[in-house]
């Protein structure tokens, strides 16, 4: 009798002591972008074999949560990339704050009071930022102080179907793509593109609210090749009237008064298309490297007769481009408490160390100095090794780019679809700048 | 007796419990926040930055002059008058063709009610494979009919409506489920004098069934007057706004100044104008429904 009552309060001890020794969980949560793909993804570990954004950052964040030695539990929260910030502004406001966020360093100026400083932290944490490329550093100080870990550096390419160049006579001798270096040389290889395939010279997707973006990344781009601004006086009044910027929206107005651009395509209806050969060249970002590659591997394909990429043509004076990186804040609240934080600065070290793994599957430049040899060796990226040299963006001081970035996009939009002119829509982005600054 | 009804009728605080919960909702999720926001409307509200004082009409100045909300408001408008009537007539039609015990009218009520459970996702994202430019649907069918295909989505003047037909296509099972409601109040012994009576197709439809369901049909028109007001989903996911802000509504543009460009105050007074102008058009519907029936 006196047996058979031990054993039960034999189990429950050992239940108790098991439960002191266990270190408690600690979660914490993860807002990002980057898509979600649990579907091919859900329970990878293995960051080698991980492609595109989703593939990797879901497989880092499985490994991270498999093997950390504190008991930490990362929480994705995902979102897609288009209302990203306009639900991360209503969680701030609404004190429902994620203890780590991904932002764009092109975001940051607006959120400057919102996230922590991470100068202190990132030392506590065993980050070390001299290892930031110099347009990472750029990218994440504000006013002297560093504001977010930037996990990489992207921007806009050109993404070629070298089948057609062939068939259109635009390549060299060796087979690559001839890459035109003047406004006039663009319409020129257009024109021979048309007459020799019948398809347009660019495909761009123009349509859709998360396709905005497409068209700001192009006019940026054309606008910095001429050393152009589109702040000249000062950063709380744009002036969209100056030759470059006219310059640049000229360029997509020959495009689309020719038909050598695609129009009303979306995202998918875009990368659908250049994949099934609609088009010679492909207006995107440096994240889409890997799936092309992946594409033109395959036989029968559209790509199968050669893929290649270049940094966005310069068209005028000096070779420069829009460039934006990717980075993680710790927004203020966000880490309820100690443990919270100091599981946060332990995850941030795991990206740190796997800033390699995210360069590689997700094709964008690594934000750290010593990592750029060995993406110089990866498929391609001898092509796009320089962009971090001579990419540029706006600055800091420039509030509300987001909005601006949307706005710019859908007057190139608006020429390509609407047969707007290049000062007509120049005049309705100055109008609409005004009421974008309007606000604090 | 008189003890036991001595209660009834007479007013007890106890008897405001029963309420209590409805009016504890309405006033927190409702009247509070209805409140809140045409307070909103006066001041300068930054989204992270917080308030910064009132600004008496500046808002409302300033949105008579921003050429975009014009311009929403326009295409707003448009919209409320392309879709509310097709929404009442062909509602109406297919509650007068489906209205029967036929089994295949049982199966194709639910068809067509069926589109309204899909999110405007999924709504969105079929469609816009139908009005691809080229490769849709769309451009696929005209081009077996030897017809060139066209880009209905970039159309400044073709957008729109196609917004409208997408719209129709996914809520028409609401307007068909009242107006099947409507119908079947109608007593038979109603079709059945008029049967004695000789009466035609069209004669019993004029003088039985549209004057019999004549607050249907003005219930429908209020509830698509007010749901149709409240266009964003289409027409973010599929044209975004454009071409040349042609198809923009206005809960874009509060969504847009207030979320994205964080300004609250100016949101919050373009929301009150949204809200007058549907508060107009509800009340002239019911005022003519109400005008009819006297």
Redesign the interface.
Same mark, same amino acid.
């Given at each position: 009798m006196f047996r058979r009552a031990l054993l039960p309060l034999a189990a429950l001890g050992a239940l108790f002591a098991t439960q002191a020794l266990a270190q408690p969980k600690t979660e914490i949560t993860f807002a990002r972008f980057f898509g979600a793909c649990e579907g091919d993804y859900g329970t990878s570990q293995d960051v080698a074999k991980a492609r595109g954004e989703c593939g990797v950052m879901t497989t880092l964040v499985n490994l991270f949560n498999a093997t950390n030695k504190d008991n930490i539990v990362v929480k994705p929260q995902i979102i897609e990339w288009g209302p990203y910030y306009q639900q991360l502004n209503a969680r701030i406001a609404a004190k429902d704050i994620p203890t780590i966020a991904v932002m764009h360093a092109a975001q940051l100026g607006d959120y400057t009071r919102y996230v922590e400083e991470l100068d202190g932290v990132l030392k506590e944490a065993g980050i070390d930022a001299a290892d930031f490329t110099p347009n990472a550093r750029n990218a994440v100080t504000v006013g002297g102080k560093i504001y977010a870990m930037p996990w990489d550096t992207h921007s806009w390419l050109w993404h070629f179907n070298v089948g057609l160049f062939k068939q259109a006579g635009l390549v060299d001798a060796q087979g690559q793509p001839l890459v035109p270096k003047s406004a006039e040389e663009l319409m020129a290889h257009a024109k021979q593109m048309k007459e020799k395939t019948g398809k347009p010279y660019i495909i761009m997707a123009t349509s859709g609210a998360g396709d905005f973006a497409n068209g700001a990344r192009g006019y940026y781009s054309w606008l910095y090749d001429q050393g152009g601004s589109i702040f000249p006086n000062g950063y709380e009044k744009a002036d969209f009237h100056t030759p470059a910027s006219l310059a640049a929206f000229g360029v997509f107005e020959q495009l689309a008064k020719n038909d050598y651009i695609t129009k009303g395509l979306d995202g998918s209806g875009g990368l659908g298309g250049f994949m099934n050969g609609i088009g010679a060249v492909y207006m995107t970002g440096t994240w889409r490297i890997d799936d092309f590659l992946a594409a033109s591997a395959k036989p029968g394909g559209a790509l199968s007769e050669g893929y290649t990429t270049r940094i966005f043509p310069n068209l005028f004076k000096n070779q420069a481009v829009w460039t934006d990186n990717h980075s993680w804040v710790l927004p203020k609240g966000g880490s309820t408490t100690p443990a919270a934080r100091k599981a946060a600065l332990v995850f941030l070290k795991f990206l740190w160390d796997h800033n390699f793994d995210w360069a590689r599957g997700g094709g964008h430049l690594p934000s750290r100095q010593s990592l750029m040899a060995d993406y110089a060796k990866l498929p391609l990226r001898q092509y796009v090794v320089d962009i971090p040299s001579f990419g540029r963006a706006l600055p800091h001081e420039v509030r509300r780019q987001f909005g601006f970035q949307n706005m710019i996009g859908e007057e190139v939009a608006n020429i390509v679809n609407a047969g707007k002119t290049a000062a007509q829509a120049a005049d309705a982005a100055q109008e609409r700048s005004v009421a974008l600054l309007r606000g604090r | 007796m008189a003890e036991v009804g001595s209660g009834i009728g007479q007013s007890r605080w106890t008897n405001a419990l029963f309420v209590a919960p409805y009016m504890l909702i309405l006033f927190g999720l409702l009247i509070v926040p209805l409140c809140l926001g045409i307070w909103l409307a006066f001041q $300068?509200y930054?989204?992270?930055?917080g308030w910064?004082g009132g600004v008496g009409l500046e808002n409302f100045q300033?949105l008579l002059d921003?050429? +975009?909300f014009r311009g929403t408001v326009r295409n707003t408008i448009k919209f409320v008058l392309m879709t509310t009537p097709a929404f009442v007539v062909l509602g109406l039609f297919l509650a007068l063709a489906l209205n029967n015990a036929l089994r295949r009218s049982g199966i194709l009520r639910t068809i067509f009610f069926g589109s309204s459970v899909l999110s405007v996702t999924i709504v969105t994202l079929v469609w816009?494979l139908v009005y691809?430019? $080229?490769?849709g649907l769309l451009a696929n069918a005209l081009g077996l009919l030897g017809l060139p295909g066209v $880009?209905l989505?970039?159309s400044?003047v073709w957008a729109l409506p196609a917004i409208a037909i997408v719209t129709v296509w996914w809520i028409i099972g609401l307007p068909m489920t009242l107006f099947l409601a409507g119908l079947q109040q109608i007593p038979p012994e109603l079709y059945e004098a008029a049967a004695l009576d000789n009466a035609g197709r069209w004669r019993t439809l004029t003088g039985i069934t549209l004057p019999s369901i004549r607050r249907t049909i003005v219930v429908v028109a209020v509830i698509e007057v007010i749901l149709q007001f409240q266009l964003f989903g289409q027409a973010?996911? +599929?044209?975004?706004?454009?071409?040349?802000n042609?198809t923009r509504p206005m809960v874009q543009f509060i969504?847009?100044a207030g979320?994205? $460009?964080?300004?609250l105050g100016?949101a919050a007074a373009a929301s009150q104008v949204l809200f007058a102008l549907m508060l107009i058009a509800a009340l002239a519907q019911f005022w003519a429904g109400r005008r009819q029936g006297a």
């Open positions: - | $300068d930054d989204m992270l930055g910064a300033n921003d050429r +975009i816009r691809l430019p $080229d490769r $880009d989505v970039t400044q973010l996911l +599929i044209t975004g706004g454009g071409p040349d042609t969504y847009e979320f994205r $460009d964080l300004q100016f």
